[in-house]
Each structure stands twice: as structure tokens, then as C-alpha cells.
């Protein structure tokens, strides 16, 4: 079945510097892979999401890259702030689209120092 | 929209008891999700729904977990007997084509 790994675990970088979550995956069949945003005491929140018939996808401070023959996906989010401070989660859906199962990644606390 | 609504938020319970969550989906929502959440196995899908019909419950741990979806706008998740191992935060996210999936706040159980 689909795998999906995610790196770092944990990220630390000074408020107004990039950060860059890095994930794969092993089921070439997988075609939709969103990332999702946990804060503490709450349910994890879609950020951003990318289909696998694009490269690119930017929403403001906020890109997704997907690299289908290498089965990879990388958030980036630029001028980071201490409220982009949280648990970051991406995933795959092994059979396709936002109404079948998604397999997660193992997170990575991003923590963004004023 | 108040989004989807689980409950309780919390629950203590001790170990042999029935324990049941509850989920109310997002209207028009036609996917409904279970996950699991831990420290050492991180998020991981229990059972899922499409149009109120189970469509893979290969996640379910063992046969003391049952899920059901009576109609479109609720959905629990039954644990009998309950254990210490079951001890958890258990989402529930809905979800359609178009917008991805929504979570809930989540429960946190706990099994003493």
C-alpha cells in the first residue's frame, strides 16, 4: 500500500525566513496530495493541496511543489511568523481525489523563534 | 457552517467499558472519515464512508471496534470493551471532490 515519509521532524527557523517540509511517496498512482496544519487541541486544518496534472500550486506566503517522477512534494512558505508555528502534516491519496483515504505523514513541528 | 461536530470532546472511561463517539458531517458532504491519532502511530484512517456506505474498514484494529453511518448527517464509532491501548484522540473529517476534507476537534479518550 501507499507509504508516505515526511522530513524533518522538526523544523526551527527565525521569524522572516523560508521553511521547507520535504514528503514521498510509493504509489504512483497517488494524484492528490494536500498539507494540512495542526495546532495544539485542534483537529488538523487543509492548507493548501495539489493534483498531480500540476507542478505548482502558490496561495501567498504558501507553495506546494510536486514532482511526479520522483515522487515527491515539498511545502514552502516564505516570511514566516510565530502564528505559522504548528504541527504540518502532508498526504497522499493512493486512489485518488478528497473523497477516498488519505495516508498521512509522520508531521513536523515547525517552530518559527520572534 | 459550524463545521464538523464531534463529541464528546473528552472521555475518561474505565477499561471494559462501551465507549461511543459521535460525528456530525458537514451538509452536503457526501465522505466521512475516521482517524486515529497517537504519538507513536500518528494519524491513521480507521473507516471511511462514501454516501453513508462503508467503503474500507481494513484500518479497524479488531473486532471491538464498529462504526456506523445511519444517514448522511451522523456517524459514530463504538469501541466494546474498551482498553488502555485504545487511548487516543479520534478525529472525524467529511469531505467532498471539490473541498477536500474537513476535520473535527477531535475526542480525546482515555482508557484507565
Known amino acids: 500500500g501507499e507509504n508516505v515519509e515526511q522530513h524533518p521532524s522538526t523544523l526551527s527557523v527565525q521569524e522572516g525566513d523560508s521553511a521547507v517540509i520535504k514528503c514521498t511517496y510509493s504509489?504512483?498512482?497517488?494524484?492528490?496530495f494536500p498539507w494540512y496544519k495542526q495546532e495544539l487541541g485542534k483537529g488538523p486544518q487543509l492548507i493548501i493541496d495539489?493534483?498531480?496534472?500540476?507542478g505548482e500550486k502558490k496561495d501567498q506566503r504558501i507553495a506546494v511543489t510536486l514532482n511526479k517522477t520522483a515522487k515527491h512534494f515539498s511545502l514552502h512558505i516564505t516570511e514566516t511568523q510565530p502564528e505559522d508555528s504548528a504541527v504540518y502534516f502532508c498526504?497522499?491519496?493512493?486512489?485518488?481525489?478528497?473523497?477516498?483515504?488519505?495516508?498521512f505523514g509522520t508531521g513536523t513541528l515547525l517552530a518559527v523563534q520572534p | 457552517d459550524a463545521g464538523v461536530i464531534q463529541s464528546p470532546r473528552h472521555e475518561v472511561t474505565e477499561m471494559g467499558q462501551e465507549v461511543t463517539l459521535r460525528c456530525k458531517p458537514i451538509?452536503?458532504?457526501?465522505?466521512l472519515f475516521w482517524y486515529r491519532q497517537t504519538m507513536m502511530r500518528g494519524l491513521e484512517l480507521l473507516i471511511y464512508?462514501?454516501?453513508?456506505?462503508?467503503?474500507?474498514d481494513s484500518g479497524m484494529p479488531e473486532d471491538r471496534f464498529s462504526a456506523k453511518m445511519p444517514n448522511a448527517s451522523f456517524s459514530t464509532l463504538k469501541i466494546q470493551p474498551s482498553e488502555p491501548r485504545d487511548s487516543a484522540v479520534y478525529f472525524c473529517?467529511?469531505?467532498?471532490?471539490?473541498?477536500?476534507?474537513?476535520f473535527g476537534s477531535g475526542t480525546r479518550l482515555t482508557v484507565v
Open positions: 464512508f462514501n454516501n453513508n456506505v462503508p467503503i474500507d
Open positions: 495539489i493534483r498531480s496534472n500540476v
Open positions: 504509489d504512483s498512482a497517488s494524484n492528490y
Open positions: 473529517a467529511s469531505s467532498t471532490l471539490q473541498s477536500g476534507y474537513t
Open positions: 498526504a497522499a491519496s493512493p486512489r485518488g481525489g478528497a473523497t477516498n483515504k488519505l495516508i
Open positions: 451538509s452536503g458532504h457526501n465522505s
